[in-house]
């Protein structure tokens, strides 16, 4: 077989300039029978190192996959967040 060289590779890691979204914190319950009230909450958080928005929702899955065939959106929101707050 033939062997092939390269000169050296060199990678260099490139700061992200963008937002960077997480959630905690999310409580809720864990059962639900039809039609009973309930109350959720997420806190949000922008880990990136530049403002960004992004679209919160509730889902009800019987899983823990998310699919838009399969399961509910129940409630929305739409959050603003400066480099490392949270809400």
């Not at 050296?8 to 992200?16: E, K, L």
């Not at 864990?30 to 960004?52: K, Y």
């Not at 899955?61 to 998310?66: E, Q, V």
């Amino acid at each position: 077989g033939t062997i092939v060289t390269s000169a050296p590779v060199t990678f260099t890691a490139v700061p992200s300039f963008a937002p960077d979204f997480t959630s905690r914190f999310i409580t809720g319950p864990s059962v639900l029978a039809p039609g009973d009230p309930f109350t959720a909450s997420v806190e949000v958080c922008n880990r990136g190192n530049l403002f960004g928005s992004t679209d919160v929702a509730l889902v009800f899955s019987a899983d823990t996959t998310i699919s838009p065939m399969n399961d509910i959106v129940v409630g929305n929101g739409f959050v603003d967040l400066a480099p490392n707050e949270c809400k």
